[in-house]
């Protein structure tokens, strides 16, 4: 029977670490829709600021920003404020519920609605916009709500050509106030 003390012991300790590990493995941490897999870093309430030739172009405040392991994308969720920045302005400013930043290309996705107001200018609501960087131009494939002084008006899809500074929306119906 000494001889077979430690065999037993050893079987007893192994069965033991098995059921340990698997049970416990159940009882882990679960990803909910609100988590990435790939997330290395998040950050509450924090603040980011893009910069373009040493100038400041955009900023946001999020309630969350979540950065992928490959450093790739950012993803904002719970935009407080945004800023769109020219020459050390703010020309734009932007509130959404959720914002994804590439960070290898620069390009900006906004899915679902976010609400644009330009400084001293007409405010719009766009859906599903989408800022190629490389193009430096705005797609709205969403649709688009214009308001300008009492005057709205609604567009099936909207782009920007920055370096042009052409606006163009397509099939346009609205009501425009006279004074």
């Known amino acids: 029977m000494k001889r077979w003390l430690p065999w037993i012991t050893a079987a007893a300790i192994a069965v033991g670490l098995v059921w340990a590990f698997s049970y416990l493995g159940t ?8 988590h990435l897999a790939g997330v290395a870093i998040r950050l509450k309430n ?15 405040e999020a309630r969350t920003i979540d950065v992928s392991r490959d450093r790739r994308l950012a993803v904002f969720r719970g935009i407080t404020r945004g800023s769109l920045l020219q020459d050390g302005r703010r020309i734009a400013s932007l509130s959404t519920g959720k ?3 590439n960070t290898f290309t620069q390009n900006v996705a906004v899915p679902g609605s976010a609400e644009v107001v330009l400084t001293d200018g007409p405010s719009f609501t766009v859906r599903d916009a989408y ?11 969403g649709g688009v709500d214009a308001t300008l002084a009492g005057s709205t008006l609604h567009g ?6 920055i370096e042009k500074k052409e606006l163009t929306i397509h099939n346009v119906n609205g009501r425009i106030k006279l004074e």
């Open 131 to 141: 800022w190629d960087a490389r193009e430096s131009r705005l797609f709205c494939r």
């Open 46 to 60: 924090a603040k980011l600021v893009g910069r373009s030739a040493g100038k400041k172009i955009w900023a946001f």
């Open 156 to 161: 099936e899809r909207m782009t920007v050509d």
């Open 99 to 101: 914002v994804i930043y």
């Open 27 to 34: 009882r882990g941490p679960r990803l909910d829709q609100d």
